[in-house]
């Protein structure tokens, strides 16, 4: 199993990053899964990198990106141990806000399909991994969580997201409701 790494597509006369930009960001995830650096770190080394202002470090931070996302086909062949790994960097870069618009559309799928797996699939714990990083998200998206809520093997096997999950959008609702207040006939 070799980690994830960015690489241009074979064939093509430029890559999509230049070689030492490939190289740093392969030698990031090196580190992740060595165990060399903690997610936590990577998370915060991420933060600075889209907020910088310099064009490598931005760079470096597209070819992660990109890389994991690209990388999500071969997820099912990554052992369990790095796949888990995988997962809770997935999932961080959802609850930490580094990935929006249509990538955040496209890692709350992956994750979506990885639930709706066999629940002792290693795909099903990529995504209950993944999921437990953004949970806290999750009230933001109360289609989404309809959505997981009608995944049977969650609702039988994983009660304490499901109550989590109700939970949030009661909260949610409640104080949707409870913000507006009822306008006076004068």
């Not at 998206?141 to 093997?153: A, D, R």
Request: hydrophobic share 35%; net charge neutral; proline share 5%.
């Amino acid at each position: 199993w070799p980690p994830p790494q960015c690489r241009g597509q074979p064939g093509q006369p430029t890559a999509l990053f230049a070689p030492d930009i490939e190289e740093e960001a392969n030698s990031h995830f090196q580190r992740i899964y060595t165990s060399e650096i903690e997610i936590e770190r990577v998370i915060q080394m991420l933060k600075g990198f889209k907020a910088s202002t310099n064009q490598r470090e931005q760079e470096v931070f597209a070819c992660m990106i990109h890389n994991l996302f690209d990388e999500y086909r071969f997820f099912p062949r990554y052992p369990e141990r790095e796949l888990l790994i995988t997962g809770k960097l997935f999932g961080s870069l959802i609850q930490h806000q580094l990935v929006s618009s249509i990538t955040l559309g496209i890692a709350l799928r992956y994750v979506l399909e990885a639930l709706r797996k066999h629940n002792r699939s290693n795909m099903f714990k990529f995504g209950m991994c993944a999921l437990e990083q953004f949970k806290s998200r999750l009230v933001e998206w109360p289609q989404y969580c309809h959505h997981i809520n009608q995944i049977s093997h969650i609702r039988e096997s994983h009660k304490e997201i499901i109550d989590y999950i109700q939970r949030a959008l009661s909260r949610s609702t409640q104080a949707g409701a409870g913000g507006q207040e009822p306008q006076q006939q004068g």
